[in-house]
């Protein structure tokens, strides 16, 4: 009987041993699959948060674009010349005319012109703008007069390599601009919008500053300059000032005096004031004296 009961207990307690063995896999892999499926959602959750987080940016905006054969030769030579003449004339009005009429002939225009006369000297200047290609011509023409030429200054300025760091500057910055703009169709939260709004104004600010020197440079390459200062000196000028002087004297004087009445005719109230005075003064002056008679 006791040898029953004792195999029905190790039976059971072995039934009860292989439930437990078994179930406790399952619950592992179960908590464990828990645990790892939870875990797989938080960092998905984080990895969206750092995606939604981070800055927009650009692969190759620091990346210098190589201009090519084509674009180069398009650019073509940049070249700034200019020109500083210094001419004594023997006649300084004829000498002026002249060089306005062979202006005339060329793509010119004047963009500057000054002229002091004092009692020897006649001192001028004249600033000339001409089309580049034309700079050498208008320049030998100029020099062809009967002028005595006192100083002769040439300035070449080859620019090109400048304006062609420019022109490459310029196509990087905007293919730049084109990678910003592809990012604010991409953009999803208020915070990339924002920045990437923000670099496209500065791209934009600085395409604008680029194009301005460019189109600075194309102007001073596109027309040359030519300044020349026109001098005279000699003993007729003297004569002539000296006569011109008397008659501007003469002149001057006549205007003095029609200023002067202008002027009596300005202070009109005062002369009223200064009559009524007057007749007062008379007066008593006259009703002393019938005084004194009686």
Sequence with gaps: MKTKIITIAIISLTLIFSNCKDQSPKDAEFNEKSYTETNYENQNDTKLDNEQQKEPTITNQDQTTTLTDDEIKKIGKKIIKN????IEAKDYDKSLQRIKEVTKKFD????????????????????????????DSLLNQILKGDEKIVSKNIYINDITEEYVDLYARLKNKKIAEQQYQEIMKKAYTVNDILNVQEYLRRIREEIEATQGKMKFIDNQAEY???????????????????????????????TGIKYFVIAIFYIWPLWILLGIIIFAAKRISKKKQNQKQQ
């Design 108 to 135: 010119c225009y004047i963009s500057n012109e000054t002229q002091n006369t004092y009692i020897t000297s006649i001192t001028g200047t004249i600033t000339l703008r001409v089309k580049s290609s034309q700079f």
């Design 224 to 254: 040359s300059t030519i300044s020349i200062t026109l001098t005279y000196n000699g003993p007729d000028i003297y004569k002539k000032t000296f006569w011109d002087t008397i008659l501007k004297a003469l002149k001057g004087g006549w």
């Design 83 to 86: 020109a500083n003449l210094t």
